[in-house]
């Protein structure tokens, strides 16, 4: 009897393509790695907590427009904008949004579509991202200790940082 095909739901579908991306860049895991499923929770409820205004929206949402559930009171920087046929400088661009002195071996955590959280140096973040499709929904960059976030937002082909106060 043969196997019937069973398509996996999108959510595992974005994952999968970040692993092949992993394999196909030849990207070192001890760089960039999925966050250990256990710490899930508690990182995707640290950066919801920071950010967003979780009186107004008590479900713990991170994923696909997030941004839409920031706080009002915080900061950012203005807008850098994507033609989509520009994915190449705009990932590029990252490294005008953080912050201070780059540390090339600080880690950083970045939420993808369907909520899937991965970690690594920024080096190893912006090759995943390149090769990303540029048609992917919100992601969000931020150092582990949410002291900013970086959102892109698919729908306005844009990224910004975020801070508190």
């Given at each position: 009897?043969?196997?019937?095909?069973?398509?996996?739901p999108?959510?595992?579908?974005l994952?999968?393509?970040i692993?092949?991306?992993?394999?196909?860049?030849?990207?070192?895991?001890?760089?960039?790695?999925?966050?250990?499923?256990?710490?899930?929770?508690?990182?995707?409820?640290?950066?919801?907590?920071?950010?967003?205004?979780?009186?107004?929206?008590?479900?713990?949402?991170?994923?696909?427009?997030?941004?839409?559930?920031?706080?009002?009171?915080?900061?950012?920087?203005?807008?850098?904008?994507?033609?989509?046929?520009?994915?190449?400088?705009?990932i590029?661009?990252?490294?005008?949004?953080?912050?201070?002195?780059?540390?090339?071996?600080?880690?950083?955590y970045?939420?993808?579509?369907?909520?899937?959280v991965?970690?690594?140096t920024?080096?190893?973040?912006?090759?995943v991202?390149?090769?990303?499709?540029?048609?992917?929904?919100?992601?969000?960059?931020?150092?582990?200790?949410?002291?900013?976030?970086?959102?892109?937002?698919?729908d306005?082909?844009?990224?910004?940082?975020?801070?508190?106060?």
């Open positions: 009897m043969k196997k019937q095909a069973t398509s996996k999108l959510r595992y579908e994952r999968d393509e692993e092949d991306i992993i394999k196909e860049v030849n990207i070192d895991r001890t760089e960039f790695h999925e966050t250990a499923k256990n710490m899930y929770e508690k990182v995707q409820r640290n950066v919801y907590y920071a950010f967003c205004d979780y009186k107004k929206y008590p479900a713990v949402q991170v994923d696909t427009y997030m941004w839409t559930r920031f706080r009002k009171d915080l900061k950012s920087t203005d807008l850098i904008i994507t033609r989509w046929d520009d994915w190449d400088d705009y590029g661009k990252l490294d005008t949004l953080i912050p201070g002195k780059k540390n090339p071996m600080a880690f950083y970045l939420v993808v579509d369907g909520g899937w991965y970690e690594g920024l080096t190893a973040i912006k090759k991202l390149l090769e990303y499709p540029c048609s992917m929904a919100d992601f969000y960059l931020f150092p582990k200790d949410y002291s900013w976030l970086i959102t892109h937002c698919e306005g082909a844009s990224m910004c940082r975020v801070w508190k106060y």
